[in-house]
């Protein structure tokens, strides 16, 4: 079969194809026939900043073809999605059953891949803001695979004003187009009026003017993996706070709450009112092409790889 890997950090270009012998479901194990793997800011990161080299992991659906020893509630020519540890740049991969769930019948791998993940995660920060009905909300990242279905779905849950934040005005289309009131650029001298919750998809330097744009009593939700430090005496003078959210934890503390939310996901979807924009579908040959557009952040979506 055909994967993807690299052998040295850097950027796309240290991506190169080669063909393996298929893996073998373990105990516990689904074989999957990929037809779509999600391209992620983390796994683009781990190309060029992993200590040493780690597999190509992440979003994947497919067909079941084999399952492994103890396997219950899935069987060979199912559909499904979940998340990869092993490799996952590839024509075959290997799912956890704990990390893995059926699609429906209606729904495309491509569906899947667009709107499971990215979607839990910004369900969560979500939530993790504990809202009240009529908040306002920022959320920057706006465009990303996550940042699109976080705009959606404040605007279903009832936030009263949504705020786009993004790194280019050329996406404005793109988030007035998901139900965003305001769209912003992060050099912009000012968001707007302070918002009562911020879902940060970016971390890192951006951390600052996301806290300062929060109104008094405002709570920013951290999701990414940017990082980023926050003065206390910001927090302080606003009685502001911060918040960290962690899909990992809220699927081993609240597994109920991620099965519920992912059946909204799908259902709010096939009632077209959450819509998983995808920005490009690449051949798996195109890896590097995929992972140079979410590191220049020129997507407006997901971005996704076809085996």
């Known amino acids: 079969m055909r994967r993807v890997r690299y052998e040295v950090n850097g950027g796309p270009e240290v991506l190169f194809l080669e063909e393996v012998a298929a893996p073998v479901a373990g105990p516990g194990e689904l074989l999957v026939r990929v037809e779509a793997i999600g391209v992620s800011l983390p796994a683009v990161k781990r190309v060029r900043e992993a200590a040493e080299p780690l597999p190509l992991g992440g979003e994947v659906a497919g067909t079941v073809e084999a399952v492994g020893e103890g396997v219950t509630g899935f069987a060979a020519g199912d559909r499904v999605t979940g998340i990869c540890f092993t490799h996952g740049y590839a024509e075959l991969a290997v799912l956890h059953t704990s990390m893995a769930s059926v699609v429906p019948d209606g729904a495309t791998a491509v569906d899947a891949v667009a709107l499971v993940r990215g979607g839990l995660v910004a369900r969560g920060a979500w939530e993790a803001a504990r809202p009240v009905a009529g908040e306002s909300v920022l959320v920057t990242g706006a465009a990303s695979g996550v940042g699109q279905l976080a705009v959606q779905l404040a605007r279903l849950n009832g936030a009263s004003r949504v705020v786009a934040a993004a790194g280019s005005a050329a996406k404005a289309e793109f988030l007035y187009g998901l139900g965003a009131d305001e769209v912003v650029v992060y050099e912009d001298s000012s968001w707007g009026e302070p918002v009562d919750i911020v879902l940060d998809a970016v971390g890192g330097a951006l951390l600052t003017p996301a806290v300062a744009a929060l109104a008094p009593g405002g709570r920013l939700v951290a999701y990414s993996s940017g990082g980023g430090t926050v003065a206390a005496y910001d927090l302080l003078v606003g009685a502001k706070s911060v918040i960290g959210f962690q899909m990992?934890?809220?699927?081993?503390?609240?597994?109920?709450?991620?099965?519920?939310?992912?059946?909204?996901?799908?259902?709010?979807?096939?009632?077209?009112?959450?819509?998983?924009?995808?920005?490009?579908?690449?051949?798996?040959?195109?890896?590097?092409?995929?992972?140079?557009?979410i590191e220049s952040r020129a997507n407006q979506g997901r971005v996704v790889l076809i085996p």
């Open 248 to 293: 990992a934890h809220l699927v081993r503390t609240r597994p109920a709450a991620y099965a519920a939310w992912r059946d909204e996901l799908w259902r709010l979807h096939a009632e077209g009112r959450l819509r998983a924009a995808v920005h490009a579908a690449l051949p798996l040959e195109s890896a590097a092409e995929a992972h140079g557009l």
